[in-house]
């Protein structure tokens, strides 16, 4: 069973940058991708930016050029960092890890961003 674990998030002002890092119990290499997902209250749940075990990524086009996902395969983790913040990038984040056909989940990550 594959366990992740997040760590950061918080309230920010529009502007400013916060971190996001997701502990994998398991090699991170052995998913076919592991990234980050948001929901904001009344939307549906959606791709923030993953990356692949190749190494290619996907981003959403609404974080292109503010948004960098990266990983440290050594430590198992997976890391967002979040610069030019919107309040519009307010939202649950959840790490999310694909294995072996299934999607794993971490249990979420508040983000609040200020005007």
């Known amino acids: 069973q594959v366990q992740l674990v997040e760590s950061g998030g918080g309230l920010v002002q529009a502007g400013g940058s916060l971190r996001l890092s997701c502990a994998a119990s398991g090699s991170i290499l052995s998913f076919a991708h592991m990234g980050w997902y948001r929901q904001a209250p009344g939307k549906q749940r959606e791709l923030v930016a993953r990356m692949f075990r190749s190494a290619n990524i996907n981003y959403s086009d609404s974080v292109k ?51």
């Open 65 to 115: 050029g503010r948004f960098t996902i990266s990983r440290d395969t050594a430590k198992n983790t997976v890391t967002l960092q979040m610069n030019s913040l919107k309040v519009e990038d307010t939202a649950v984040y959840y790490c999310n890890a694909y294995a072996g056909a299934r999607d794993f989940w971490g249990q979420g990550t508040q983000v609040t961003v200020s005007s």
